[in-house]
């Protein structure tokens, strides 16, 4: 805008300018002729016609100057405009973000005579957090205490080790290899340290030994735990062996017991299964809440009878 009005400045300059020149180029008057009347009226005239003449050049220069300049504003075409862009787009490509890699979907080489046991929970829980998987970003509490028994009061994590004790010796007589992720109440292992524990002894069978509960009194029966299709964590291969591992398992301890079968829960949320590489079954023995399968399971016998239904279990899939 600046520069236009000084455009249109420079053209009212140049145009008086040769107004001026002209006026002076006309013939003088003399002081006499001035002072006639009709010399005074004919000099009148030809002034009016001078400055007439000089309005009109101004008007038509400044014309010129402001339809120049209102050109030179005019927006390009959009062709024009259309061209330099896509010349800067073949110049400069857009690159795409690289996706976030999923996580390795992997399993190790297993040992069908190494079994894995691991008695649920702990004497004191940990609630620090970690991913219940490889590259998840939800996380849970590393280990939790567990339930408590309704009519014994005793700790699920006690009951779980003792029952896993039982199935240690039981197993060993029977030619086995056992690695146990715990064989005391005062550890402090993750769900995730004790995957860690299944996955370096390459076992053929990873045991998880848990207890139920229920707000529900009368609810009773044994439940198994196991990674459902498409879990994002694990291999189909591992999902696949875990789902037959965990049917066997629940269908011995039931055979031997008596107790309900409830079957199998499918999951993909549970730490302690996604971050196993070999085949795992989480079994809910019982609920601790029902006061007779409460009474059951902190019975010595039963616990014998529920380690060696399991272990049957764990025979028929891994022969």
């Given at each position: 805008?600046?520069?236009?009005?000084?455009?249109?400045?420079?053209?009212?300059?140049?145009?008086?300018?040769?107004?001026?020149?002209?006026?002076?180029?006309?013939?003088?008057?003399?002081?006499?002729?001035?002072?006639?009347s009709t010399a005074?009226?004919?000099?009148?005239?030809?002034?009016?016609?001078?400055?007439?003449?000089?309005?009109?050049?101004?008007?038509?220069?400044?014309?010129?100057?402001?339809?120049?300049?209102?050109?030179?504003?005019?927006?390009?075409?959009?062709?024009?405009?259309?061209?330099?862009?896509?010349?800067?787009?073949?110049?400069?490509?857009?690159?795409?973000?690289?996706?976030?890699?999923?996580?390795?979907?992997?399993?190790?080489?297993?040992?069908?005579?190494?079994?894995?046991?691991?008695?649920?929970?702990?004497?004191?829980?940990?609630?620090?957090?970690?991913?219940?998987?490889?590259?998840?970003?939800?996380?849970?509490?590393?280990?939790?205490?567990?339930?408590?028994?309704?009519?014994?009061?005793?700790?699920?994590?006690?009951?779980?080790?003792?029952?896993?004790?039982?199935?240690?010796?039981?197993?060993?007589?029977?030619?086995?290899?056992?690695?146990?992720?715990?064989?005391?109440?005062?550890?402090?292992?993750?769900?995730?340290?004790?995957?860690?524990?299944?996955?370096?002894?390459?076992?053929?069978?990873?045991?998880?030994?848990?207890?139920?509960?229920?707000?529900?009194?009368?609810?009773?029966g044994v439940t198994?735990?196991?990674?459902?299709?498409?879990?994002?964590?694990?291999?189909?291969?591992?999902?696949?062996?875990?789902?037959?591992?965990?049917?066997?398992?629940?269908?011995?301890?039931?055979?031997?017991?008596?107790?309900?079968?409830?079957?199998?829960?499918?999951?993909?949320?549970?730490?302690?299964?996604?971050?196993?590489?070999?085949?795992?079954?989480?079994?809910?023995m019982g609920f601790?809440?029902?006061?007779?399968?409460?009474?059951?399971?902190?019975?010595?016998?039963?616990?014998?009878?529920?380690?060696?239904?399991?272990?049957?279990?764990?025979?028929?899939?891994?022969?």
């Open positions: 805008m600046i520069s236009l009005i000084a455009v249109i400045v420079l053209g009212i300059g140049i145009v008086v300018g040769n107004s001026w020149h002209t006026k002076t180029q006309q013939p003088k008057v003399s002081t006499t002729t001035i002072t006639n005074k009226g004919e000099a009148s005239k030809e002034e009016k016609e001078a400055l007439k003449s000089s309005e009109q050049a101004l008007s038509e220069a400044t014309k010129k100057v402001v339809d120049s300049a209102n050109k030179k504003e005019e927006p390009a075409t959009p062709q024009q405009t259309n061209q330099p862009q896509q010349k800067q787009e073949t110049q400069q490509p857009q690159t795409q973000q690289a996706p976030t890699p999923a996580p390795v979907k992997q399993a190790v080489p297993t040992n069908n005579k190494v079994v894995c046991i691991d008695a649920g929970h702990q004497r004191y829980g940990n609630s620090a957090k970690e991913p219940i998987g490889p590259g998840a970003t939800q996380t849970k509490a590393k280990v939790t205490t567990g339930a408590t028994g309704i009519r014994s009061h005793r700790t699920e994590s006690q009951i779980n080790l003792e029952i896993a004790l039982k199935l240690q010796r039981i197993l060993q007589s029977r030619g086995y290899t056992v690695v146990m992720c715990r064989t005391s109440q005062d550890v402090n292992l993750s769900n995730k340290e004790r995957a860690d524990i299944a996955n370096k002894a390459h076992a053929g069978a990873f045991i998880r030994l848990h207890c139920d509960s229920s707000d529900n009194q009368s609810v009773n198994g735990l196991a990674p459902a299709s498409g879990n994002p964590y694990l291999s189909s291969s591992i999902v696949s062996s875990s789902q037959s591992l965990t049917r066997a398992v629940v269908n011995g301890l039931c055979s031997a017991t008596g107790a309900k079968n409830r079957g199998l829960s499918l999951v993909n949320n549970m730490s302690g299964i996604n971050w196993t590489q070999v085949p795992v079954a989480l079994v809910e601790i809440s029902n006061p007779n399968e409460d009474a059951n399971l902190t019975n010595d016998a039963y616990q014998e009878k529920v380690a060696n239904g399991i272990a049957n279990g764990i025979a028929s899939f891994l022969h």
